[in-house]
């Protein structure tokens, strides 16, 4: 009798550069020999809630999160989203100073977001409200709020819509620290066998690679995913986002891990003292 597949859940978000990192396993370029992959597509600050409660065997999640949830899983030695010099941005509806948009409400996309701590870290007087990461760019032309906080693809588009970069937080960051911004990576359950988990691991650094390997037919599949955005920026958007710190974290990557959480600690913007355990 044949035995049945075992049933791995593979969380991540509806966007572009993740929809690359995971073409190879999701088209079945790659695979686990007795595993049936399923895969769940759904925002960041969704999957951070979700992956609290252990819901997923393997997720993306924002490093912010990962405190919360470093009893439940361990962070993967790939898969991250790391930006040098780059990243989530304040954007408004005009030109104004740093200093003015700071003393506006500012939208984010969730509270345990990076680019949420990094934009604490910055200004930690700062008012925000939360919507989804994809209503802020119309939230700011239809003046509901006169400044929001960017991620995805809104990094290369806001300016379609008519609004003006205020402040870089990827840029800010590097200035402060010298160091890339790591903004969201890949976990696993800690309750799985660590054998099979490593097995994991492997399957999912190659499937990063297959598409790093064959750029061209994983950005056409990913293309599906890249809201509002031409061929052009699509690619563009991958580039900064999965390359070969996603392959495999640097000394310098795992160093802004390790400062970006601790700041947060140490500014009590992160309530527990976060212990990266990191499974490879």
Not at 97 to 104: F, H, N
Not at 110 to 134: I, N
Request: aromatic share 8%; proline share 5%.
């Amino acid at each position: 009798m044949k035995k049945p597949l075992q049933a791995v859940t593979v969380a991540h978000s509806p966007d572009s550069d993740d929809a690359f990192m995971f073409y190879a396993l999701a088209t079945n370029k790659v695979g686990l020999p007795g595993v049936k992959f399923t895969h769940v597509l759904s925002d960041i600050e969704d999957l951070n809630r979700r992956a609290l409660a252990g819901e997923f065997e393997v997720t993306a999640v924002s490093f912010h999160a990962y405190p919360y949830l470093q009893d439940r899983y361990r962070l993967l030695n790939h898969g991250g989203s790391v930006g040098y010099g780059y990243g989530p941005m304040i954007v408004a509806n005009r030109p104004m100073a740093v200093e003015e948009a700071l003393g506006k409400t500012v939208a984010i996309a969730g509270e345990r977001t990076t680019s949420a701590l990094v934009l604490r870290l910055c200004a930690p007087q700062v008012k925000t409200v939360v919507m989804p990461f994809d209503q802020i760019i119309p939230a700011i032309v239809e003046g509901k709020v006169e400044a929001g906080l960017l991620i995805h693809e809104g990094q290369l588009t806001y300016a379609a819509s008519g609004l003006h970069k205020i402040l870089d937080l990827g840029r800010w960051w590097l200035d402060e620290t010298k160091l890339p911004l790591p903004l969201g990576g890949n976990v696993v359950r800690r309750d799985l066998p660590e054998e099979f988990a490593a097995k994991l691991s492997a399957v999912l650094k190659a499937s990063i690679q297959y598409g790093l390997d064959h750029r061209e037919e994983a950005l056409a599949y990913a293309h599906q995913f890249a809201r509002d955005m031409d061929a052009h920026l699509a690619d563009q958007f991958v580039g900064m986002y999965v390359n070969e710190r996603t392959l495999r974290y640097g000394d310098d990557d795992k160093r802004a891990i390790a400062e970006l959480l601790q700041r947060g600690y140490a500014t009590g913007v992160i309530p527990l003292q976060p212990k990266l355990d990191f499974l490879d």
